[in-house]
């Protein structure tokens, strides 16, 4: 299939996203109001400007809706706070469902807050995080039951595992084994940035630098054993400017992508690159189609500032000069 048939496609797929969502708080601060604290004489972070966006979690659901997946929705966990009223309209925004979101006082919600300098337009300031570790048993069994109850109305499950604190976040050892058992269903697509090693039985996508943490962790030296360890499906391994490794049990093969010159900003390439492959896999059922629409998407994005989203227009545009 082409890049317009499968586009075509999109708009019957119901998609749910699974796992951390969090909220990116844009801050652009001017260093010439930084005047010390009369109570303390701490110099002052002087933000002049804030934008939100839904991230992690968030970032995968953005670009389903913009390449025009027919129904979108998450399913994490928020604090009841400020900030989870800030994401959930950010995602409202996007059209996308918001509904198995689950609201808990005891986490706060995942927000990374980026300070910008307004003078050079450069984030130079230690990021402030809102994070947990160890989501609470109550918590954790609400949102496996949730899964459970939500995931016949999808057609497919996307995950995002991107807590790096040491007990993770969403997704807990209870929720994985929910993932293996739907699985079996369903075709369910993780990315995680810390624990791919502990999935079993679906698609796994990391990174190079993520695959190459896991094989150290589990203590094999290919991503063959990888793949066999996890009982994987497939691994879907991203390389960046060289491509995608695919590992299925008939083996290692590459699909390669097209150069893009000066990328402005690679954050949430992967994200997007997941968004389309994921899609394109459930459509054509091929690894390799699924892989080089996936590149296609993610050529796209790497052209925007912060985490962009691919339309279908800048697709078939794209696809075209390819």
Not at 218 to 234: I, Q, S
Request: glycine share 10%; hydrophobic share 45%; net charge negative.
């Amino acid at each position: 299939m082409n890049a317009g048939e499968i586009l075509a496609a999109f708009p019957k797929l119901r998609v749910l996203v699974v796992g951390d969502v969090c909220l990116d708080r844009w801050c652009r601060y001017d260093p010439r109001l930084s005047e010390p604290s009369r109570e303390t004489g701490i110099p002052r972070t002087a933000v002049v400007s804030a934008e939100v966006t839904a991230g992690a979690a968030g970032t995968i659901a953005n670009n389903l809706a913009a390449l025009g997946a027919g129904r979108v929705a998450v399913l994490g966990v928020i604090g009841d706070d400020g900030h989870g009223e800030e994401l959930t309209r950010a995602l409202a925004r996007n059209n996308i469902g918001t509904e198995l979101l689950l609201r808990s006082p005891m986490v706060p919600t995942f927000t990374y807050t980026k300070l910008i300098n307004v003078a050079t337009g450069v984030e130079d300031l230690p990021r402030i995080d809102f994070v947990y570790d160890n989501l609470p048993a109550r918590v954790d069994d609400e949102l496996v039951d949730s899964l459970r109850r939500a995931w016949p109305e999808f057609d497919l499950v996307l995950v995002s595992d991107q807590a790096e604190t040491p007990g993770g976040g969403a997704v807990t050892a209870n929720l994985r084994r929910m993932l293996t058992s739907l699985g079996e269903e369903r075709l369910v697509w993780v990315d995680s940035r810390k624990r791919p090693e502990l999935f079993r039985g679906i698609i796994l996508k990391p990174n190079r630098d993520e695959a190459q943490e896991a094989l150290e962790r589990v203590g094999v030296k290919d991503y063959g054993a990888l793949r066999k360890h996890t009982e994987a499906n497939l691994l879907v391994i991203t390389h960046g400017p060289e491509g995608v490794l695919l590992v299925d049990h008939a083996g290692e093969s590459w699909v390669r992508t097209r150069p893009v010159e000066n990328p402005v900003d690679i954050c949430g390439a992967g994200d997007s690159f997941s968004a389309g492959a994921a899609m394109a896999l459930q459509v054509t059922g091929s690894n390799v189609d699924a892989a080089k629409f996936g590149n296609l998407v993610a050529s796209i994005t790497i052209m925007k500032p912060g985490t962009g989203v691919a339309t279908p227009a800048e697709v078939l545009t794209a696809a075209a000069t390819t």
